[in-house]
Nanobody, 124 residues
Framework: QVQLVESGGGLVQAGGSLRLSCAAS????????MGWFRRAPGKEREFVAV????????RHADSVKGRFTISRDNAKNTVYLQMNSLKPEDTAVYYC?????????????????WGQGTQVTVSS
């Protein structure tokens, strides 16, 4: 069982930056691919970014490429999402997720554990 706790959300003006963190429990963190998803008001949850277990492979949704960067520190059991040049349309609840395989995946069904989410609000 893996428990995930997100932090770092908040209110920011358009063009600003935030860094989300997700701390994971357990001793096998490096064997899990880790992803970030988000759910905007009135919309379905969508893929944002994923990093492989070893950190060598990443993918980002087209909507965030060039602005968001996912990374991980396996020594700290933590995954990060650096978000720059934020836009009002990035407003959403952001969820961290863990996959019981080290390879990346972009579907919700690829993931086995989910955090409770952290709110990000971008004002115009």
């Amino acid at each position: 069982q893996v428990q995930l706790v997100e932090s770092g959300g908040g209110l920011v003006q358009a063009g600003g930056s935030l860094r989300l963190s997700c701390a994971a429990s357990g001793r096998t963190f490096s064997t899990y691919a880790m992803g970030w998803f988000r759910r905007a008001p009135g919309k379905e949850r969508e893929f944002v970014a994923v990093v492989s277990g070893g950190g060598g492979s990443t993918r980002h949704a087209d909507s965030v490429k060039g602005r968001f960067t996912i990374s991980r520190d396996n020594a700290k059991n933590t995954v990060y999402l650096q978000m720059n040049s934020l836009k009002p349309e990035d407003t959403a609840v952001y969820y961290c997720a863990a996959r019981r395989y080290s390879h990346v995946g972009e579907r919700e069904s690829d993931y086995d554990y989910w955090g409770q989410g952290t709110q990000v609000t971008v004002s115009s």
